[in-house]
Nanobody, 114 residues
Framework: VQLQASGGGLVQAGGSLRLSCKASGINFGINTMNWYRQAPGKEREMVATVTSRNIEDYVDSVKGRFTISRDNVKRTLYLQMDSLKPEDTAVYYC?????????WGQGTLVTVSS
């Protein structure tokens, strides 16, 4: 199983970024897929989740600004991040559970400057 995250970078406050996570080795279409983030000195937190039926949920701090989506044909998970704030600065990870095991992508750094 591999989860390959990409799309992070440096952006000014108010800007946008789109993260991608390419999955292999799992039955992508039936897996709930998640984005987590970990800011410096803080615990990792779930940011957004999308089920196999495209039911989405978000942590309150990103509601209305972030959108999670999936392309089952491309086996890719996305996170569209708009109206970014400095407090969104973190390493972002894609994650899923497959056959009872937890799998993480390698993380992609998002830095939002004020």
């Amino acid at each position: 199983v591999q989860l390959q995250a990409s799309g992070g970078g440096l952006v000014q406050a108010g800007g946008s970024l789109r993260l991608s996570c390419k999955a292999s080795g799992i039955n992508f279409g039936i897996n709930t897929m998640n984005w987590y983030r970990q800011a410096p000195g803080k615990e990792r937190e779930m940011v957004a989740t999308v089920t196999s039926r495209n039911i989405e949920d978000y942590v309150d701090s990103v509601k209305g600004r972030f959108t999670i989506s999936r392309d089952n044909v491309k086996r890719t998970l996305y996170l569209q991040m708009d109206s970014l704030k400095p407090e969104d600065t973190a390493v972002y990870y894609c994650q899923t559970v497959f056959r009872g095991r937890n799998y993480w992508g390698q993380g992609t750094l998002v830095t939002v400057s004020s």
